[in-house]
Nanobody, 119 residues
Framework: VQLVESGGGLVQTGGSLRLSCAAS????????MGWLRQAPGKEREFVAS????????FYADFVEGRFTISRDNAKNTVYLQMNNLKPEDTAVYYC?????????????WGQGTQVTVSS
């Protein structure tokens, strides 16, 4: 399984970004998927996850309704729409296969995409 994230960048406080994660695997629809992030000097933390059908989604408490995870199994892609971004959202964002609220719950990882929110 290969995962490639895109869509990161520099945005001002209150702005939005949409991250994408393209998977090169024939059975993408069989995988639950998640987004996690890692800020400098901090451990990698859970952001959001979605079941293989997309029927259930889960979010970290700090998301507070600002982010939406979704997937398009026909395109082998999972998305993270991030609105009302805050400086504390600055981190490298990773997509990964799996589901759960710790990094240990995930198996295959992408290389990450940098999100920087300026104040």
């Amino acid at each position: 399984v290969q995962l490639v994230e895109s869509g990161g960048g520099l945005v001002q406080t209150g702005g939005s970004l949409r991250l994408s994660c393209a998977a090169s695997v024939r059975t993408f629809s069989a995988y639950a998927m998640g987004w996690l992030r890692q800020a400098p000097g901090k451990e990698r933390e859970f952001v959001a996850s979605i079941t293989w059908t997309g029927g259930s989604t889960f979010y970290a408490d700090f998301v507070e309704g600002r982010f939406t995870i979704s997937r398009d199994n026909a395109k082998n892609t999972v998305y993270l729409q991030m609105n009302n971004l805050k400086p504390e959202d600055t981190a490298v964002y990773y997509c990964a296969t799996g589901i759960g609220d710790t990094a240990q719950d995930y198996g295959h990882w992408g290389q990450g995409t940098q999100v920087t929110v300026s104040s």
